[in-house]
């Protein structure tokens, strides 16, 4: 059916009205001035809107809807991609404003507005920590800053990277303190039981005798061996030249004493 003057409708059921207007689809509409609508079920309403795919709508002037079941909204407007909604082109596009708020759940398909997209941006910002802050303006994210061990790093992976190392640094050094700690706690106690089984070998009875005395003592988880020995030298008064060893076979201490012994 055609409406109007010099409106064309050609396919089964179509309508043309207004001016100029051309309708070639099964069921297609054209309606304004000029306005094509090529496709079945296709839509073109405005100054020289047209829609030529199946069930694409073109509303506006010169809007264009080429995508199958696409939709072009508004002056100049151009849906290019099948099942797409545009409201605007490249260079010049469009926001759309009073948007309810979405759902966010798993497998929802809802758009989301500005204040969605502000609170995840914050809160992002806000966990990130480090000077990290959301531009409510351009929608981009400033870069954090985290000073570990006198560098800055500007990205979580790198800081926790630099304190992962710095832990195991950390870690390595205190197990080698442990074991230097056990090591001087082994060489202390052998040290004790060495010096412990040492005591000094008593006057030889007569001049020129030499006496000793053996032993073995521990000293916590450590044993230790030791000599002692006297010397009594051919003197008028009792005078003994001594000398003491102790070993402690577990670290390998080595402890040594050396005097006179005499009496008057």
Known sequence: MAIGANNIATGDGALATGNGNFASGQGAIAAGNNSVAKGASAIAMGDTASASADNAIA???????????SVAIGSGSIASQADTVSVGAVGAERMIVNVA??????????AVNGAQMNALGTSVAAGLGGGAAFNTQTGSLSA????????????????FAAVDAALS????????????????RREERGGIAATAAMPAAPMPSAAGRTSW?????WFKDQAGIGFSFAHRLD?????AITGAVGVSPGTSNFVGRGGLMGEF
Not at 101 to 110: C, D, E, K, R, V
Not at 175 to 184: A, F, M, P, R
């Open 59 to 69: 509303f506006g002037a010169g809007a264009s809807a080429t995508g199958a079941n």
């Open 101 to 110: 708020a979405g759902s966010l759940g798993a497998g929802s398909t809802n």
């Open 144 to 159: 954090p800053n985290y000073t570990i061990l006198g560098t800055s790093y500007n990205n979580a992976g790198s800081a």
């Open 169 to 184: 640094g950390l870690y390595s050094a205190t197990l080698q303190i442990g074991q230097d700690l056990n090591k001087v």
């Open 213 to 217: 005395v053996g032993n073995v003592a």
């Open 235 to 239: 003197v008028n008064m009792p005078i």
